[in-house]
């Protein structure tokens, strides 16, 4: 008897998607501050006046930390799709390397040259740039290659948030390097963690998230046919709820900063990609919201560059607390995101694998995170 419309479960990672629409509104949220910066710096900021504060106060003041669970998504999503496919030789390096150019690369060219062309407007106005100040030729070719954190020059250069994007890239090329020379045992994945956490850097801390996440999916595929599936998912949200709430309570400001996003993250993750039994409306409202993310994320800081200049040419100062321009922002950024990915992302990615690897045979057809 086939299910009610009403109601369908999904083998989709819906839950996932939405959690990276959260850490994606997260980030969103915290680089609002941007508003009241000159310069490099905010100035007279104070953050319990800002839109909302009260709802909004974890985004405001750690919503930096939604990167660590885009990468541990990211980890979680390139093990359950990539992990059997490349130790098992059935995807070879050029195709990978295909699917992770067509996704990530098409729009980063774009917002990077959209803030190429406004951040010398917005000099000329004040004698200094927007937020990001080195954005010389060095830093622009950095940024080109998509190796704007590579330790070559300073990271805070024209589209500011892709350097998270451009350290992840980096751990792809060790995710595929060991499934294809090494092991895929999740030995690997414990070791990654141990050696990471203790070195300070960022391409270790993304190294560290993606392999916690990797060992997330490992463990939801172990017990997806197990006879202890439902004992075990039971464990997994049991702790996802009481951890988190005891940390809070007894020593907050250290679960933060601590091991405790490396550990609790993919025990989320791992509850949040079980079966979910949704009407087919929510099922298109989260995959349409896990898919702009990507976009929102590239996206909001030229919108902020555009508004700006808006209200520097009108000599008038951003209203960065009044709630209506708060709004105006997060919707505008918001819709801009989904129209991106519906009609430039998805095409230029369609373009791109159609033309860099259907001339060599290769299928089109094969599983591809969208991250």
């Known amino acids: 008897m086939r299910k009610s419309s009403a109601t369908q479960t999904t083998d989709k990672l819906l839950g996932l998607e939405m959690l990276r629409f959260v850490a994606a509104f997260a980030v969103l949220i915290w680089h609002y501050q941007h508003f009241s910066y000159i310069g490099e710096k905010p100035v007279d900021l104070v953050k319990s006046q800002l839109p909302l504060y009260s709802l909004l106060h974890p985004f405001y003041e750690n919503g930096e930390y939604g990167v660590w669970v885009f990468w541990c998504i990211s980890g979680f999503i390139f093990f359950w799709k990539y992990r059997d496919?490349?130790?098992?030789?059935?995807?070879?390096?050029?195709?990978?390397?295909v699917f992770r150019l067509s996704r990530l690369y098409p729009l980063h060219f774009f917002t990077l040259m959209m803030v190429a062309l406004?951040?010398?407007?917005?000099?000329?106005?004040?004698?200094f740039f927007f937020v990001y100040q080195n954005n010389d030729i060095q830093?622009?070719?950095?940024?080109?290659?998509?190796?704007?954190?590579?330790g070559l020059v300073r990271s805070n250069s024209f589209n500011g948030p892709i350097w998270s994007i451009s350290v992840e890239v980096l751990v792809y090329a060790v995710f595929f390097a060991t499934l294809r020379f090494a092991t895929k045992s999740p030995l690997l994945n414990l070791i990654v963690i141990a050696i990471c956490v203790n070195v300070n850097a960022q391409i270790c801390s993304c190294l560290a998230f993606f392999y916690a996440g990797g060992l997330a999916a490992i463990g939801r595929q172990a017990i997806a046919r197990s006879q202890f599936r439902l004992p075990v998912e039971t464990a997994a949200w049991c702790a996802a709820a009481a951890v988190p709430l005891s940390i809070w309570m007894y020593s907050p400001q250290s679960a933060i900063v601590g091991l405790f996003p490396i550990a609790y993250t993919p025990i989320l993750l791992f509850c949040l990609s079980g079966r979910m039994a949704l009407s087919l409306p929510s099922q298109r409202l989260l995959e349409a919201a896990g898919n702009m993310t990507y976009s929102s994320y590239l996206l909001h800081f030229p919108i902020q560059i555009f508004i700006a200049l808006g209200f520097a040419i009108v000599r008038h100062p951003i209203p960065f607390y009044d709630e209506l321009f708060f709004a105006a922002f997060?919707?505008?950024?918001?819709?801009?995101?989904?129209?991106?990915?519906?009609?430039?992302?998805?095409?230029a990615q369609t373009l791109i694998r159609s033309y860099l690897l259907s001339k060599n045979g290769r299928p089109l057809a094969q599983a591809q995170p969208r991250l």
């Open 139 to 150: 830093h622009f070719l950095a940024q080109l290659l998509m190796a704007s954190d590579w």
């Open 118 to 127: 406004l951040q010398p407007i917005y000099f000329h106005l004040h004698g």
């Open 330 to 347: 997060v919707v505008a950024t918001l819709l801009a995101s989904y129209l991106t990915y519906r009609y430039f992302e998805a095409p």
């Open 85 to 97: 496919a490349i130790s098992g030789r059935s995807i070879d390096g050029w195709t990978f390397f």
